[in-house]
């Protein structure tokens, strides 16, 4: 069984730029989650989708935002990039909502901005 | 304003020696993850501890929870090479009508042979 494919695995942008991040998860997940991970802030949690429904939320601006596909898909948007918003972004997926079961991760999106 | 806090920040242990890892938490949940993650990998579900008194044990960790006390425990036995890595405890919170995650600073441990 594949496990979750996040694409592409490293991507440079410059200041102001917008990028799309994709992640596909595990065959019959319906959940997928979006995380952060700086070396500054740590790790921390952007939203989850499940059935094509964003059900969770972190606190970041609202220029991150995502959608999620009938086929459980999800992609992340990042607009008018930042230097800050250099990071390593996971994607993990789960059957049902992230709340009561374990997760699987992706390798991660490891996106710098020059 | 909600925080997660883990100790020790830093670990080494010598290979068969027991520790325990504590995650204390600020906010009301009765809901514990723990996660593993390998230097320049990506994270790795361990426990999903869904309720007061919820234990799990996977091969030589073991994980529990009190919310009540809001301390979670990761119990190393008998500590092997392989079990060198990062560990993150997070914990599932109200926000603005649904749930957001806060990630504990992790924990990151050397066993020592």
């Known amino acids: 069984k594949a496990g979750v494919t996040q694409t592409p695995r490293y991507l440079i942008k410059t200041r102001g730029q917008q990028v799309t991040l994709s992640c596909s998860p595990i065959?019959?997940?319906?959940?997928v989650s979006w995380y952060q991970q700086t070396p500054g802030q740590g790790l921390q949690f952007l939203f989850e989708?499940?059935?094509?429904?964003?059900?969770n939320k972190g606190n970041f601006p609202g220029r991150f935002s995502g959608r999620q596909f009938s086929n459980s898909r999800s992609e992340m948007n990042v607009s008018t990039l930042e230097l800050g918003d250099s990071a390593l972004y996971l994607c993990?997926?789960?059957?049902?909502?992230?709340?009561?079961?374990?997760?699987?991760f992706g390798d991660g999106t490891r996106l710098s901005i020059l | 304003e909600l925080k997660v806090e883990q100790n020790p920040l830093f670990l080494s242990m010598q290979e068969g020696k027991n520790y325990t890892i504590y995650c204390n938490y600020s906010?009301?949940?009765?809901?514990l993850y723990w996660y593993r993650q390998d230097p320049g990998k990506s994270l790795e579900s361990l426990f999903v501890?869904?309720?007061?008194?919820a234990v799990k044990q996977e091969g030589r960790l073991m994980a529990s929870l009190d919310t009540k006390a809001r301390l979670s425990t990761l119990h190393i036995t008998a500590a092997v090479h392989d079990l060198s890595a990062t560990y993150f405890c997070?914990?599932?919170?109200?926000?603005?009508?649904?749930?957001?995650?806060?990630f504990g600073t992790g924990t990151r441990l050397k066993v020592l042979a």
């Open positions: 501890l869904l309720s007061n008194g």
């Open positions: 065959s019959g997940h319906r959940s």
């Open positions: 993990a997926s789960s059957p049902g909502p992230s709340r009561n079961q374990p997760q699987h």
């Open positions: 989708y499940f059935s094509e429904t964003q059900r």
């Open positions: 906010t009301t949940s009765d809901r």
């Open positions: 997070a914990v599932d919170s109200p926000y603005s009508g649904t749930y957001k995650y806060i």
